[in-house]
C-alpha cells in the first residue's frame, strides 16, 4: 500500500522567525563545494602521518624493524611508544567512582589489547610516502589469550585484558528502589527472557581527521580536527600533553557527521599533537575506512537479562535487569558512564512500574573501545522495556498499545521521578500513542494483518514508546556521577554598527543546521531577519568556552543561550531607542530592524541605534558602549523528548526476509524552532536506527577482527517516513524546546523487532536478536517449529 504524506508538523507558533520551516541557510556553501573540511586544510612544511596498527587482538610486542620504512623517499621519521617519553594515556573523562580504570595509550607500550591499537606512526613529506613506508614497518608479535564478550570476560578465570588488574571488571552500577520480590508476590506471573543490543560502528560520512601545528616563534599549537567538543578536547588535549591550555588553539570547521565518536580524545590526536611539538612542523592525518571500522569507539553492546512481574491486566508491578556491557579494552571518553547511567537510569522508559532492581556490570575485552554513539544508552534501555512491553502483551494476548496505556506516567504526575534515578519532565504520552494510532490507521492495519495471514503472508505491528533526556543538566549532578564537564552553554550576540549581527555559539554543528536554528532565534530577539545574522562555531580563541554538540543539546541549551544574550541586547537596544524616540522602553516596538513608538509616528532603525550604541552619541552615559552580551546558559535540570512510533513488515517465513512497510513516527520535542530541520533530523535518527534493526552489527572474527564493511542502510532501503508531533514545552528552558536528534535511533530498534516478532508470534517465534537478518530469522523459524515437533 501507499503510505500517506502526514508530515503536518504540529509546532506551537513561537514568534516570526521561530517555528517556521525555513531552508538552511548554510546549504549553498556545501552545495557548491565551498565547505571548509580539515582535509581541505595544508599548511606550509606539511608533514603526513601514517599510523602502523596491531593485526591482533592481543600480543606482546617482541621488536618493532623500522629500517627499511626509514629508507623510504620522504619519510622524516617513525615513531615508536618510547619516542613519545612522558607523554600521558588518553584518559576517559566520565568515570563512575568506583571503576577500574584503564585510559588509553598514545602508542601501545609492550602489549596491544585489541586489533587496530596503534603501534608507531611513520611521518613523511607526502601521504603517499607515509603509507608505502608504514608498509614496511616490521613489527614481531608474540600472540596472548584473547576474550571478546562481556559474559565470557565476566567469567571466573576468564583470560584478563590487563595484566595488572585483578580482573576484567571495569565498574558495576546498581540503581532502583528494590521490592522486585514484593512485587512479585503480587504479580499474576513472571516473564523473564533475553535480549542483545548490537555491537555498531557509528559509520561517519567523513572519518577523523587532524592537522596539528605547533608554532616555535609563539609558542602556542594550533590544532584542527574535526570535532564535536573543540573546547573539550582543548582541556583534555592539554592535560595529557602538560601544555598550556591559553596556548593550544582548536579550530573545528566543517564535519561531516558526528554521531557521538567525533566527541572523543583519541591516542591519534594526543600523538600527533606530540610530534608537532617535537619537529615544530604541521602533522596531518586523515582516517581511512578501514581505521575508522577498527579504531573509532564502536556503540552500544550490551548482554541483557530482564524479568518482569506483571497482572493479568498487564499492569507491570516490577522489573529486574542484570546487562553486561563491553566496555572494549580501554576506557574511551564517557568510559562507564554511558553502559551504565544512561542505560539505568531509563530502564523504565514512560512508565510509572513502582518497583525495579537494575544492575548494570561493565567489562574490559580485547575489542574495540566502546563508547556514545547516537542516544548513547537511551536506546539500549528503550529497546528493553519497549520489548518488555509488547512480550507482555503478547503473552497476555492483550493489544500492545491498550497495555502500554495502562502503564503510562499520566500528566498529572509531571515532574515524575522514576525509581531508577531520572525525573521526566512533562509528557502526554497517550495523546502522542493517539496520535501515531490515528496516523497508522491502525485499526485497519490490524485488519489488513488478519488478512493477510488468512492468505500465508506474515505482517507484524510493533510499537516502541521511547523517552530521554537531553541539554546535560546541572553541573554539580554531572559531578555527582563522575562526570568531569560542565553542563552550561556559551554564546555572545553582537549587533554592529550596521545593525547586522554575529552569534558566537560554544555549541558545534555537524550537519544539524545550528547557523539556521541560532539565527532564527535570535533574529525573534532582535527583530531583524535571520539573513542578518552570522553563526560562528568551532574555534576555541574566537568563542567562550563551551561544552559542544552531543546529547541532543544544541538547541535546548546552546539555544536557549542565544536567546538570553539576545533578549540583553534586545533590552538595551529598546532603551536606546526609547531614548531616541522619547517614550518609555515598554511602548518600543520593533519590526524588520525598525523601532517604533506603541503611540505616535516616530520610527528609528536599528542602524541608527547600533551607531548610537558604539559612538556613545545621543545617549545617556549611564547606558555604556557597544550591543554585545555574552550568556553561559547553565539548565538547572534536563528535559525529557519522547515519542511514538509504529511499524508494519512483512516477514517471508520461506527466505527470513523482513520487509519494513511503513514506519509512523510521531515525536514531541517540545517547542519546535525549526519544523523542517525537526523532520529532517527524525529522518536521520529513523535511518540509523532502522539500520541496527535490520542491517548492521559489528561482530569480530575468530581472532578478533571486526568487519571492514558493516552493512549499512542505503537510501532505497528504507520507506517513506510518515512523521508527525505533539508539542508539550519544557519548564527546563525558556525556549520550552527539548532535544531530537537522537529519536529516531532511540525509537524505530524497538518497533522494528516488535513487529517481527509480532508477524511469527503465531508460529511459535518468541524472541529475535538485532539485526533481523534472514539467516537469524529463519533459524527462529526453524527452532520454534522443532520446539512444536518435540512438544
Not at 17 to 42: C, N, P, Q, S, W
Not at 674 to 689: E, T
Not at 758 to 781: F, Y
Amino acid at each position: 500500500m501507499n503510505a500517506p504524506d502526514l508530515n503536518t508538523q504540529q509546532h506551537a507558533e513561537t514568534g516570526k522567525h521561530t517555528g517556521k520551516a525555513m531552508r538552511r541557510m548554510e546549504d549553498t556553501r556545501f552545495l557548491t563545494g565551498r565547505g571548509r573540511y580539515v582535509g581541505d586544510i595544508t599548511l606550509p612544511r606539511q608533514l603526513y602521518a601514517h599510523f602502523v596498527r596491531s593485526p591482533h587482538a592481543h600480543a606482546r610486542i617482541l621488536k618493532v624493524n623500522t629500517e627499511a620504512a626509514l629508507a623510504v623517499s620522504g619519510v622524516k621519521g617513525v615513531y615508536c611508544a618510547n619516542d613519545l617519553q612522558g607523554t600521558r594515556d588518553v584518559p576517559p573523562n566520565w568515570v563512575l567512582p568506583g571503576s577500574q580504570v584503564k585510559g588509553r595509550p598514545a602508542l601501545a607500550r609492550e602489549i596491544v589489547r585489541h586489533v587496530g591499537e596503534c603501534v608507531a606512526v611513520v611521518l613523511a613529506e607526502s601521504p603517499e610516502a607515509a603509507a608505502d613506508a608504514g608498509v614496511l614497518v616490521d613489527v614481531a608479535y608474540d600472540p596472548l589469550p584473547t576474550v571478546f564478550s562481556a559474559s565470557d570476560a565476566l567469567q571466573e578465570g576468564a583470560h584478563k585484558v590487563h595484566g595488572d588488574l585483578p580482573d576484567n571488571l571495569a565498574t558495576t552500577f546498581k540503581t532502583g528502589n528494590g521490592g522486585y520480590d514484593e512485587a512479585l508476590e503480587k504479580a499474576d506471573r513472571e516473564i523473564a527472557f533475553n535480549l542483545r543490543n548490537q555491537r555498531l560502528v557509528p559509520f561517519p560520512i567523513e572519518g577523523r581527521a587532524v592537522n596539528a601545528d605547533f608554532d616555535p616563534a609563539t609558542e602556542r599549537l594550533t590544532f584542527y580536527t574535526a570535532h564535536q567538543i573543540p573546547h573539550m578536547l582543548r582541556r583534555m588535549l592539554a592535560g595529557a600533553l602538560g601544555f598550556p591550555e591559553h596556548k593550544l588553539r582548536v579550530i573545528s570547521p566543517d564535519v561531516g557527521g558526528g554521531f557521538g565518536p567525533k566527541m572523543h580524545f583519541y591516542p591519534e590526536e594526543l600523538t600527533l599533537a606530540r610530534l608537532s611539538c617535537l619537529l615544530k612542523r604541521p602533522v596531518k592525518w586523515t582516517e581511512r575506512r578501514s581505521e575508522n571500522v577498527a579504531a573509532t569507539t564502536h556503540g552500544r553492546d550490551h548482554e541483557m537479562e530482564v524479568r518482569v512481574a506483571v497482572q493479568k491486566d498487564g499492569k507491570v508491578l516490577g522489573l529486574k535487569l542484570d546487562s553486561k556491557a563491553n566496555v572494549g579494552a580501554y576506557l574511551s571518553s564517557m568510559g562507564t558512564g554511558v553502559p551504565t547511567i544512561n542505560v539505568a537510569l531509563f530502564a523504565l522508559g514512560v512508565y510509572a512500574i513502582p518497583h525495579s532492581d537494575v544492575t548494570i556490570t561493565c567489562a574490559y575485552t580485547n575489542t574495540t573501545p566502546v563508547d556514545a554513539y547516537r542516544g548513547a544508552g537511551r536506546p539500549e534501555a528503550a529497546y528493553m522495556i519497549e520489548r518488555v512491553m509488547d512480550r507482555v502483551a503478547l503473552e497476555l494476548g492483550l493489544d500492545p498499545a491498550e497495555t502500554r496505556k495502562r502503564n503510562f506516567v499520566q500528566p498529572d504526575q509531571m515532574p515524575y521521578a522514576q525509581p531508577t534515578g531520572t525525573t521526566l519532565d512533562t509528557g502526554e504520552y497517550a495523546m502522542t500513542l493517539d496520535l501515531a494510532l490515528k496516523n497508522a490507521g491502525y485499526e485497519g492495519l490490524r485488519k489488513e494483518q488478519e488478512e493477510a495471514r488468512e492468505k500465508g503472508r506474515y505482517l507484524g505491528i510493533g510499537f516502541s514508546n521511547y523517552t530521554e533526556t537531553c541539554g546535560m543538566g546541572n553541573g554539580f549532578i554531572l559531578q555527582f556521577v563522575g562526570f568531569d564537564r560542565g553542563g552550561y552553554e556559551s554564546a555572545v550576540v553582537r549587533v554592529h554598527p550596521d545593525g547586522r549581527a554575529t552569534v558566537l555559539s560554544g555549541s558545534h554543528s555537524h550537519g544539524q543546521g545550528h547557523v539556521t536554528t541560532f539565527a532564527q532565534i535570535a533574529a525573534d530577539e532582535l527583530g531583524i531577519a535571520p539573513e542578518q545574522i552570522e553563526v560562528l562555531q568551532g574555534d576555541t580563541d574566537m568563542i567562550p568556552f563551551g561544552i559542544g554538540t552531543f546529547n541532543s543539546r544544541s538547541v535546548p541549551v546552546g539555544g536557549s543561550a542565544v536567546k538570553v544574550a539576545a533578549g540583553r541586547v534586545a533590552a538595551k537596544m529598546r532603551r536606546i531607542a526609547a531614548h531616541l524616540l522619547q517614550c518609555e522602553p515598554d511602548n518600543v516596538l520593533v519590526e524588520d530592524g525598525i523601532f517604533k513608538a506603541a503611540e505616535g509616528n516616530g520610527t528609528v532603525t536599528i542602524e541608527r541605534v547600533a551607531h548610537a550604541a558604539w559612538t556613545g552619541h545621543d545617549i545617556p552615559y549611564e547606558l555604556g558602549i557597544g550591543l554585545e552580551e555574552t550568556e553561559f546558559f547553565h539548565p538547572q535540570s534536563m528535559s525529557s523528548p519522547y515519542g511514538a512510533h509504529i511499524a508494519l513488515v512483512e516477514v517471508d517465513p520461506e527466505t527470513g526476509e523482513v520487509e519494513l512497510k511503513r514506519y509512523i513516527a510521531v515525536d514531541d520535542c517540545g517547542v519546535i524552532i525549526n519544523p523542517l530541520l525537526a523532520r529532517g533530523q527524525v529522518h536521520g535518527g529513523l535511518a540509523q536506527g532502522i539500520g541496527q534493526a535490520l542491517y548492521e552489527d559489528a561482530g569480530f572474527d575468530a581472532q578478533g577482527r571486526p568487519a571492514l564493511e558493516p552493512s549499512i542502510p542505503r537510501f532505497d532501503m528504507l520507506p517513506r517516513f510518515e512523521t508527525d508531533h505533539t508539542v508539550t514545552p519544557t519548564p527546563t528552558n525558556p525556549l520550552g524546546a527539548k532535544g531530537l536528534g537522537e529519536a529516531g535511533a532511540i525509537g524505530a530498534p524497538p518497533a522494528i523487532v516488535n513487529a517481527a516478532i509480532d508477524a511469527l508470534w503465531g508460529l511459535g517465534v518468541r524472541a529475535l536478536d538485532m539485526p533481523l537478518t534472514p539467516e537469524r530469522v529463519l533459524t527462529s523459524i526453524r527452532n520454534a517449529a522443532n520446539k512444536e515437533t518435540e512438544a
